[in-house]
């Protein structure tokens, strides 16, 4: 029986993997893209032991369920080890991501090729938002750590938790 006869319709699942601490307008307009395009899109938060964040796994997680829930198609969940593994248990054949300058290139290119050669799992580039070409989670953390205006590069929730976080410390 082929894919188009049978009954169970095959769903087609991309992923999106990241830090995400915290998610950004960068990341949401990435991960909103590439919903439109998939059927299912897994937002993988990747647990890196060795650096600490400035938010726990789970308030990162509890972040990104928040703001994505409008998409409706997004599933949030942490994994720790090996992407290619995350995509294997989950039948996911393709993984996007946001390409902001040339500077992400090299080690983007350096993974999607490692990771095609691991499994055979495909890396799918989304330009991105000019907008937000400037904009990752390392620099709002800064920015709003001098007092800096980070409200048009984060969704009001998460400004809301790194204004709390950052006044705690
Ligand atoms: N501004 C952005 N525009 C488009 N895609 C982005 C943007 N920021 C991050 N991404 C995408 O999200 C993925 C995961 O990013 P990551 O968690 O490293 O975020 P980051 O903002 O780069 O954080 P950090 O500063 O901690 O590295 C990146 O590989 C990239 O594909
Ligand atoms: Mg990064």
Not at 67 to 96: M, W
Not at 117 to 142: A, D, R
């Amino acid at each position: 029986m082929t894919a188009l006869e049978s009954e169970e319709p095959l769903l087609r699942r991309a992923v999106c993997p990241g830090s995400f601490d915290p998610v950004t307008n960068g990341h949401l307009d990435i991960i909103a893209r590439a919903s439109k395009l998939y059927d299912v899109v897994h937002v993988a938060v990747m647990i890196n032991k060795s650096k600490q964040g400035l938010f726990s796994v789970e308030e990162r997680l509890d972040l990104l369920r928040e703001t994505t829930a409008e998409y409706g198609n997004v599933e949030v969940e942490s994994f720790h080890g090996l992407l290619v593994d995350f995509c294997k248990q989950r039948d996911i054949p393709a993984i996007v991501k946001g390409l902001r300058a040339v500077s992400d290139f090299d080690y983007e290119l350096q993974m999607a090729q490692m990771n095609n050669g691991l499994s055979g799992v495909e890396t799918l580039f989304v330009p991105t938002n000019p907008t937000y070409s400037f904009l990752s989670s390392s620099l709002v953390k800064e920015v709003a750590a001098w007092g800096g205006d980070v409200t048009h590069l984060v969704p009001p929730l998460v400004l809301r938790r790194l204004t709390q976080r950052l006044a705690e410390r």
